[in-house]
């Protein structure tokens, strides 16, 4: 299984931007989406996940209520759409996923499959 994530950019504090994560291999309708984020001298923290069926969103604290979670099954792409962005949202973006056993998860070492990441930088 591969993922493979983009749309990362330099923005302005209060700008939007969408990032898109499309997997290959595997049964993408299947898996437990979600996005973490990495920051320099910090682990992988959760942003957000999505369950197969979109039926189940979970969001983070610090996101809640600016960024949307949402996938699509036909295009095997899930998408982040991040509004009102604040510097502290500047990091490394990493989507990955595992079989959705119908339960959330938050931890890093609870996913199988990793993409590369994408930068997001946000200026004040």
């Known amino acids: 299984v591969q993922l493979q994530a983009f749309g990362g950019g330099l923005v302005q504090a209060g700008d939007s931007l969408r990032l898109s994560c499309v997997v290959s291999?595997?049964?993408?309708?299947?898996?437990?989406m979600a996005w973490f984020r990495r920051t320099p001298g910090e682990g992988r923290e959760f942003v957000a996940s999505?369950?197969?069926?979109?039926?189940?969103?979970l969001y983070a604290e610090p996101v809640k209520g600016r960024f949307t979670i949402s996938r699509d099954d036909a295009k095997n792409t899930v998408y982040l759409e991040m509004d009102s962005l604040k510097p502290e949202d500047t990091a490394v973006y990493l989507c990955t996923s595992r079989v959705d056993y119908d339960r959330d998860a938050t931890g890093a070492l609870e996913y199988d499959y990793w993409g590369q990441g994408t930068e997001v930088t946000v200026s004040s």
């Open positions: 999505i369950s197969r069926n979109a039926g189940r969103r």
């Open positions: 291999g595997g049964i993408f309708k299947y898996y437990l």
